[in-house]
């Protein structure tokens, strides 16, 4: 239905989208995911051309909208958009909120432009509502309007941007149960979203956008039980980390310490926690002192907010060796107290670089 070519989108020096290439079958249901900034409402706003396109070739139904004959009117009904915003007219009541596109656009009478604006009303669950104004319904009401108001001028395709991110919570549900229902019957839709549990519900695929591409996409099982690249596994796990550099065996371990804290009180973690995590760096880099004659080593703490872990993660180059059982350890000491505080050890060598992981568990509060 939709095939999307090189689609690129800068503000001066400023580049928000690099280069999309997809396609989108009739009747899939894509969430797109990834971190603010990422160019996820742009990448929507560019298919119905509210934004247009630095460059792109974007065919909807084999039609190319970027055509200087395309009708961008019909473009619009065609592909219509759901915004985070309601963006409903406040001096008209519901129903004429839901009447005057059709009856303007669609060349629809008043009679049947209501009749299907009351059918949608009650598909929505809001038919009792016909005669009320904006102001006199809830947030996740003014919602549900919306989208009732988006399927009278009867699209192919849907984009969501953000449809719940001015609902307080209480809200979110009874619009994401009408998104679901609008799935089931098989309507096209682009949903960028927050809501990871429903996205992981109601997709057929997941774009995750990052650094203004599709970063990553495949079904929600491969995008969220096993995503393949970092920086998807990192928003997935919902995972915060900082790195440290450490050059010389004269590093400055109190500063580390300092900051490491300062890390594990960002996060909630428990004192218990934080003591664990401080002990086991410790007795990591006394284990590589004598190493950092020779290496450098880079020291990775990261959390997992998903999964409460916590992974200590050790990068050195040199030759291939496990640094925790190499010749130039004194005793076993060291390594059997991180055994001790640790879930799992886990030695790798991905080419140039020896990598220890290890993986604490971690719990928050005082």
Same mark, same amino acid.
């Given at each position: 239905m939709i095939k999307v070519q090189h689609l690129s989108k800068r503000y001066g020096d400023l580049v928000v989208l690099k280069d999309i290439s997809t396609e989108i079958k009739k009747g899939e249901v894509i969430s797109i995911i990834g971190p603010s900034g990422t160019g996820k409402s742009t990448f929507l706003r560019c298919l119905n051309l509210l934004d247009h396109? *630095?460059?792109?070739?974007?065919?909807?139904?084999?039609?190319?909208?970027?055509?200087?004959?395309?009708?961008?009117?019909?473009?619009?009904?065609?592909?219509?958009?759901?915004?985070? *915003?309601?963006?409903?007219?406040?001096?008209l009541s519901v129903m004429d909120n839901l009447t005057l596109a059709p009856m303007k656009?669609?060349?629809?009478?008043?009679?049947?432009?209501?009749?299907?604006?009351?059918?949608?009303?009650?598909?929505?669950?809001?038919?009792?509502?016909?005669?009320?104004?904006?102001?006199?319904?809830s947030g996740g009401q003014k919602q549900r309007i919306a989208i009732a108001r988006c399927l009278a001028m009867d699209p192919e395709v849907i984009l969501f941007d953000e449809p719940t991110s001015a609902l307080d919570p209480t809200m979110v549900s009874e619009v994401l149960s009408v998104i679901r229902k609008l799935a089931q019957e098989g309507m096209t839709m682009l949903i960028v979203t927050h809501e990871m549990s429903f996205a992981r519900d109601v997709s057929s695929r997941?774009?995750?956008?990052?650094?203004?591409?599709?970063?990553?996409?495949?079904?929600?099982?491969?995008?969220?039980?096993?995503?393949?690249?970092e920086r998807t596994r990192n928003f997935i796990h919902r995972i915060r980390s900082c790195v440290f550099e450490i050059t010389s065996p004269d590093f400055?371990?109190?500063?580390?310490?300092?900051?490491?804290?300062?890390?594990?009180?960002?996060?909630?973690?428990?004192?218990?926690?934080?003591?664990?995590?401080?002990?086991?760096?410790?007795?990591?880099?006394?284990?590589?002192?004598?190493?950092?004659?020779?290496?450098?080593?880079e020291l990775t703490v990261a959390?997992?907010?998903?999964n409460e872990t916590l992974a200590l993660v050790c990068e050195s180059g040199g030759n291939q060796c496990n640094p925790l059982e190499g010749d130039h350890l004194v005793d076993d000491l060291g390594v059997n107290l991180i055994k001790q505080f640790s879930t799992d050890i886990a030695y790798g060598w991905d080419g140039d670089k020896n990598k220890i992981t290890v993986s604490m568990q971690a719990t928050r509060g005082v």
């Open positions: 396109p *630095s460059s792109s070739s974007i065919h909807v139904d084999g039609c190319n909208i970027l055509d200087k004959k395309a009708d961008i009117a019909k473009v619009r009904q065609k592909m219509n958009m759901v915004f985070q *915003s309601f963006n409903l007219f406040s001096h656009l669609l060349g629809k009478t008043r009679d049947d432009a209501e009749k299907k604006s009351l059918d949608l009303l009650r598909l929505v669950g809001l038919a009792e509502k016909a005669n009320s104004y904006p102001d006199e319904l997941i774009f995750y956008m990052d650094q203004g591409l599709i970063y990553e996409e495949g079904t929600p099982e491969q995008i969220f039980d096993a995503p393949q690249k400055d371990l109190y500063a580390l310490n300092g900051e490491v804290e300062a890390f594990c009180d960002k996060q909630f973690l428990s004192r218990k926690t934080r003591n664990k995590v401080l002990l086991v760096i410790e007795e990591l880099l006394m284990i590589y002192k004598p190493l950092l004659e020779t290496i450098a080593l959390y997992s907010e998903k």
